[in-house]
Structures are given as C-alpha cells and as structure tokens.
C-alpha cells in the first residue's frame, strides 16, 4: 500500500493571484467601508488582483465608482481621494432632497424621492459616464483594467 502524496504547497503569490471580492449593502456606511476594503486590498499590494467584483446596495456605489473610475486610467490613490472627499463632505442627501423638492414643484407627485436620490448619485458619481463603456475594448496594449467579471447589485 502506498500513501497519498502530500498535497501541493501553495505560494502567497499563487493563492492571491486571482481575488473574487464581494462589497456589501448597508448604504451610506456600506459605501465607506467598500472604500476602506479596497484602499486596504491596495495597501497590500493585492488590488490588481482583483478579476471579480460583485457588490449589493451601497457597496455597489463604491463598485461601480471604482471600475468606472479604473476603466477610465484613472490610479487608485486619485479614485480614493475623490470618493473619500465626497463621502466626507456628506451633501448627498440634501442636494437629493433639494432636486426632489424641485421635482415635485416641476412634475407633481409622480416625480418620486427614489428618483432624485439616483439621479444625484449618478450626476455626482458618474457624470457622463455610462456602464456600458467598461465593456469597450482599451485603446492600449497594457489595459490597466484587472476587473474581469463585474455584477452589481441594487436594492
């Protein structure tokens, strides 16, 4: 009878060479602790290793910043201190109730708080930029886009 070989050895290089990570919803404090998760992948060196992300709720507002944003060529240290500067700042939630009052006055009450929350994200967030351009091919040879496969979720 012979034993089973040993199994193979794994080297932290190996292990962590393609990392599926999951951001989860709780909203506002969701969003900063998804910020906090990614600047600490970053940190260790690992961010770029990152070829799955799948997010729900608040984390996917920092998902969904974060791959439009790296999509774009943008360095993680530029997205940090953007998303850091305008959760920091906190005015979200005036100006989205400030644009439903409006919206109201404008379109009576079919013009719902939902609403106005999502187009202030995305005015504030995504500006012109649109989901479907992660999909469009990169323009150089080396993308500097790791992310492979994205789902975001929503509540």
């Known amino acids: 009878m012979t034993a089973a070989p040993p ?26 602790y998804s910020l906090g998760t990614l600047k600490a992948l970053y940190q260790l060196g690992l961010l770029e290793q990152v070829h799955m992300l799948s997010t729900a709720s608040g984390g996917t507002i920092t998902g969904a910043y974060y791959a439009m944003r790296r999509k774009s060529g943008h360095a993680f240290p530029a997205i940090y201190h953007d998303f850091y500067r305008l959760l920091e700042q906190d005015a979200l939630l005036p100006q989205a ?5 409006a919206g109201m006055q404008a379109a009576g009450a079919q013009y719902k708080l939902i609403q106005a929350f999502a187009e202030t ?3 504030h967030l995504y ?6 351009m992660i999909w469009e091919p990169d323009a150089s040879a080396q993308a500097p886009f790791h992310l492979q496969s994205l789902v975001f979720g929503a509540t």
């Open 7 to 32: 199994p193979a050895a794994h080297s932290d290089a190996c292990v962590f060479d393609r990392i599926a990570l999951s951001l989860s919803g709780g909203g506002f404090r969701a969003s900063a």
């Open 97 to 101: 109730l400030a644009r439903w009052e």
């Open 121 to 123: 994200y995305s005015h």
């Open 127 to 132: 500006g012109e930029a649109r989901l479907g």
